[in-house]
């Protein structure tokens, strides 16, 4: 089983899905959810819509929807020399610490070493305009991608004892959650469901939104990776890595439904599973989004405790994944009476 | 000469105070629509139905507001304060033509004459708010008999044709070239499926017009048509320029407010190379249109966007090259008689 979980969290880091260009992750996950959807549909934008019906005969249905997303943070060409080096500019929330040395590889498979321009004080960290993709090119003429090309960052998965490192656990470990609490919900399910593996999240939650006005739900829950505190010299935040899933009150982009997370909390208290409350300080989720969409919903997260995010080193526990996929079952099996 | 544009360009529809241009271009399409109507953000609509051959709305927006000034006072010698209405570098405005008002009072933004500064003023930018609005009152009374405060103020730029009439001056290019080009679209032949125009307003000042359109068009697909900044001024660094005025219809791929829907980037270029149109990748990165909004209007909509290069946006003189200008209505009309739902489908 742990097995299984691994190889399906390896296939999902490991794919390819730079904001707005999500096809190949779709295309993974589609077959994956299939059987558990009485109806699958893919939106305008991209988002991937799996529709679970309640149950006939059930009190109280309220439609619910759950937000991971597909996309992953990247880079595109934005300039290409003379001698085929290229400029590039970053999709999402791209850090030019994280850049020097690192590889990325392009939907046609090519893969780059990023450089930068020379620096007189070593000390010094270039912006993100003074880096270069090398792609072993040597003039424009047989450079093998082109202005517009978008890529990832490029690094295979690995498994550390209980730590979990990839390049994209954000979010890929949000949609592992989702599609193993899928496998998991019986057939006749309490609430009218509707998982989305969304698109354009790191770009600014413009997938779920629009997924969110199409859908109209009453409540909404994100599964996102959150930061933590656990490390030498963190900046505070009471949430660690290996202390299970992590409920949000707050983040810089919304408060959470208050009745929500009372909800969450009991329901993890009544099932045994260990939890910790999420104050983020930057950074939000699609849940922000899901929450202003239409006539509103109430909205919430579940957050899995993430090291080195956005770094291409991302680093969750494999407890607090198996404790969401478990908060998040019980909470959509129980009555919506937040 | 283009007289379509010298008309729109002539006209004036600061963000927010857009009637004047909203009636122009009302008469210039009416005779070509089945319908227009002007919404609650005073968005102008119109409707071109199709052949009937596709089930299909597409959604054409070009803005039709223009940056401009603000009077936020009259000071006691009869001079008027102001405010921007969307983005300026204040060096654009010193010394420059303005008219004020629904009367369209003629007045200067005053400079102090190079005789009169002294040497360590010659390197210091004079910020907006210490400019005044010189209509040539010699009282506060003699300049409220004329303006008010809340008028609006525009540039005043005859447009010109250079360069064996390949290249042209005016004032806001940005956007009455995208309206112009739309303009052009709706007196074509009808579209296999139904076109929906939208002049929108208030693009400058947050893309507020658009979002209104957008929730209202129910459209199944977006088209934009604009006018964004040539940077292509000579530069000894192996950098590219973000588009070059001339060498073709600019192209969006992602801004800072939205990635382009990849199928209907694919679609525009592929006619393009197919119809000898010249076109060009505009730098991916900064900057942001009305597609940012209308992509995540209702449950979302697919939206590409194509412009004008110009130079010298938003000031009161920008470049255009008709050629580009041509190009982007063949490249628009190329692209929309060849779309199908099929393109835009997803399983």
Redesign the interface.
């Known amino acids: 089983m742990e097995n299984a979980m691994n190889d399906l969290i390896r296939t999902l880091t490991e794919a390819f899905g730079p ?3 999500e096809d190949a992750m779709r295309d993974l996950i589609r077959p994956l959810v299939e059987p558990y959807a009485d109806e699958i549909t ?6 991937l819509i799996v529709h679970k019906n309640a149950a006939a005969g059930n009190k109280n249905p309220q439609k619910v929807m759950i937000a991971a997303h597909m996309d992953e943070i990247g880079v ?7 001698k085929g080096f290229l ?1 590039f ?1 970053n ?1 999402g929330g791209v850090f030019s610490h994280t850049l020097l040395g690192g590889r990325v590889r392009f939907a046609n498979g090519t893969i780059g070493v990023i450089g930068s321009d020379r620096s007189d004080d070593r000390n010094a960290i270039h912006p993100l305009n003074k880096h270069f993709i090398d792609v072993g090119a040597t003039s424009r003429e047989d450079c093998p991608v ?3 090309d978008s890529a990832q960052f490029y690094r295979p998965f690995e498994v550390r004892g209980r730590h979990l490192t990839a390049k994209s656990m954000d979010d890929r470990i949000g949609c592992v959650v989702a599609i193993e609490a899928l496998r998991r919900l019986p057939e006749a399910v309490a609430h009218d469901l509707y998982f989305v593996f969304s698109v ?1 999240e790191e ?2 939650t ?2 779920a ?3 969110a ?2 859908i109209m739900p009453d409540v909404s829950i994100a599964l996102d990776v959150t930061l933590t505190g656990d490390v030498p010299e963190a900046r505070p935040m009471d949430v660690s890595l290996g202390d299970g899933p992590a409920i949000k009150v707050k983040d810089s982009g919304m408060i959470a439904h208050a009745g929500l997370v009372r909800l969450m909390r009991r329901r993890a208290e009544a099932a045994g599973i260990e939890y910790q409350l999420e104050v983020l300080d930057g950074g939000s989720t699609d849940a922000r989004a899901m929450q202003l969409a239409g006539p509103g919903s109430a909205a919430g997260c579940i957050s899995i405790p993430c090291r080195y995010v956005h770094t291409p080193s991302e680093t969750v526990d494999a407890g607090d994944v198996e404790g969401a996929i478990r908060l998040l079952v019980a909470v959509l099996q129980g009555e919506m009476d937040y | 000469m283009n007289d379509l544009l010298k008309q729109l360009t002539e006209a004036i529809g600061v963000s927010g105070a857009e009637k004047e241009v909203r009636l122009l271009i009302r008469d210039l399409i009416a005779d070509y629509v089945d319908e227009w109507s002007v919404d609650a953000m005073g968005n102008l609509v119109a409707i071109r139905r199709g052949t009937g051959q596709y089930d299909m709305r597409v959604l054409i927006d070009a803005h039709m507001d223009e940056v401009g000034l603000l009077i936020t006072d009259i000071d006691s010698g009869g001079m008027l304060k102001f405010t921007n209405v969307g983005g300026f570098d204040d060096r654009a405005l010193l010394g420059k033509v303005v008219q004020v008002g629904p009367d369209k009072i003629t007045g200067v933004i005053g400079a102090r004459a190079i005789h009169l500064l002294k040497s360590s003023e010659y390197s210091k930018v004079v910020k907006m708010d210490a400019m005044r609005i010189d209509i040539g009152a010699k009282s506060k009374e003699a300049a409220s008999a004329k303006v008010k405060v809340g008028d609006y103020a525009a540039f005043v730029t005859e447009y010109e044709e250079l360069d064996s009439d390949r290249t042209a001056i005016g004032k806001a290019f940005d956007n009455r070239a995208g309206c112009a080009a739309l303009i052009e679209l709706l007196r074509g032949e009808r579209y296999p499926f139904d076109l929906v125009a939208a002049f929108t307003v208030q693009e400058e000042v947050g893309l507020r017009g658009a979002r209104i359109a957008a929730f209202n068009a129910r459209a199944d697909a977006a088209l934009v048509l604009e006018c964004t900044p040539a940077y292509d001024l000579p530069n000894e660094k ?3 320029p973000n588009v070059a005025m001339g060498k073709g219809v600019s192209v969006y ?2 801004d800072s ?1 939205t ?2 829907d ?1 199928r209907f ?1 694919a679609h525009i270029m592929a006619t393009g190379d197919a119809q000898g149109i010249p076109y060009q ?1 505009r ?3 900064g900057g942001g249109t009305n597609t940012g909004m209308i ?2 209007a ?5 939206a590409a966007t194509l412009a004008v290069p110009g130079r010298y946006a938003h000031t009161p003189t920008m470049m255009i090259s008709l050629d580009d200008y041509h190009n982007i209505v063949r490249l628009a009309d190329a692209t929309l008689r060849t779309l199908t739902p099929d393109i ?1 489908r ?2």
């Open positions: 904001s707005g260009f893919v939106d305008s934008l991209g988002n595109m060409v934005s300039h290409i020399t003379e400029r500019t999709i082109r202005v517009g354009q770009v600014g413009r997938g939104e629009a997924a006005n199409g | 192996d950098v590219s791929i992602m407010r990635i382009q990849p980037v990748v730098q991916p990165g992509q995540r209702g449950a979302g909509i697919p835009l997803r399983a």
